[in-house]
């Protein structure tokens, strides 16, 4: 059995950075937008997140595992470097924005202020 893909006569110790912006979904219920951000491969330390001026920055890179005393025969990953600003409505309360990263997902809770949430007017009898 050959570990060589026949179809490529590429040298595989060559490998290249290439910069993608990642796939994203926003949900929204009455209190808060969550973004949802793939980022497979990409460790903790590799993320930064900036807000400024009402804009959300992400810049990321996944980390590809090199192994003491081996020769790279395939490699069919490619080393990413993720880039993407989020322009964030007025109804956002950015200072209570909550990041959580797991399993190559970036989930930002993103919190309306208060003015914008909803609220229950209640009804006197009358």
């Known amino acids: 059995m ?7 006569n590429v040298d595989a110790q060559k490998v290249s950075r290439v910069e993608v ?4 979904r926003v949900t929204e219920n009455g209190e808060a937008f969550v973004m949802t ?3 497979p491969g990409v ?3 590799d993320l930064e997140l900036v807000l400024e001026n009402h804009t959300l ?10 192994f003491k005393d081996h020769s790279l025969v395939l ?11 989020f322009d ?7 200072a209570g924005i909550k990041a959580a990263h797991r399993n190559g997902l970036l ?18 009898k009358g």
């Open 75 to 85: 490699n069919e990953v490619a080393e990413v470097r993720y880039r993407a600003a």
């Open 21 to 24: 912006t990642p796939v994203s």
């Open 57 to 66: 920055s992400l810049t990321a890179e996944n980390a590809l595992q090199s």
């Open 88 to 94: 964030l409505p007025d109804r956002v309360d950015a």
């Open 2 to 8: 050959s570990l060589i893909k026949k179809s490529e």
């Open 107 to 124: 989930i930002l809770t993103l919190p309306k202020r208060e003015e914008f949430k909803p609220k229950r007017i209640s009804i006197s």
């Open 43 to 45: 460790g903790d330390k």
């Open 37 to 39: 951000v793939e980022l």
